[in-house]
């Protein structure tokens, strides 16, 4: 994080200088590592100033209606703000930092009252109306094929046994107890 507060540092000061004066001054600066150590945590500490207590007051309540672009400026000066010592951090711009992190805002919000019996309503709705649907599709619908009854399954029954149709496992080994081809009730009137 530190490196990245440099580097835009560092970015925005070259866009300042020309670029012959900015190589120029590199070229020429000799400084001791404490000499930048130093630089570095004045820059860090100056971008890190605590943020006012009416910006954060109530923030929980405020943030919703809050601009997009305020909201921005915010999470980002507290995102600055969290990089130094938390020691140093107020408990209200740790609160904030928290409750804009992991509150109930956003996609995390609680659904609104009476959501859940709306989807249960309309859930029922459309239970409904697919079972009206089949009812309708079974009156509308042909007679069962005649195969479909318990004498013409007997008769296939009696038709694969004559034929020798599985004889080691099937209708027409030893012993066999299954009901075969049988899967319908007698023929209806």
């Known amino acids: 994080m530190l490196r990245s507060s440099v580097l835009r540092a560092s970015s925005s000061a070259s866009s300042i200088l020309t670029p012959s004066a900015t190589r120029h001054t590199l070229l020429t600066q000799k400084s001791s590592p404490t000499t930048c150590l130093t630089a570095r945590l004045s820059q860090q500490s100056r971008q890190a100033h605590a943020i006012s207590n009416p910006t954060l007051a109530q923030i929980e309540k405020r943030w919703e209606a809050m601009p997009p672009q305020e909201q921005a400026e915010l999470w980002m000066q507290l995102r600055d703000r969290m990089k130094v010592d938390w020691h140093e951090m107020t408990m209200n711009e740790k609160k904030a930092a928290y409750w804009i992190a992991f509150g109930p805002h956003g996609p995390?919000?609680?659904?609104?009252?009476?959501?859940?019996?709306?989807?249960?309503?309309?859930?029922?709705?459309?239970?409904?109306?697919?079972?009206v649907i089949e009812v309708i599709l079974q009156m509308l619908a042909n007679d069962a094929p005649k195969t479909m009854n318990e004498e013409y399954q007997l008769a296939t029954n009696e038709y694969l046994k004559k034929q020798k149709t599985e004889p080691i496992s099937g209708i027409s080994s030893e012993g066999y107890t299954g009901k075969g081809m049988v899967q319908s009730g007698p023929k209806r009137n």
């Open 108 to 131: 995390r919000a609680l659904p609104p009252p009476g959501e859940n019996w709306k989807v249960a309503r309309y859930t029922a709705y459309a239970l409904g109306v697919a079972f």
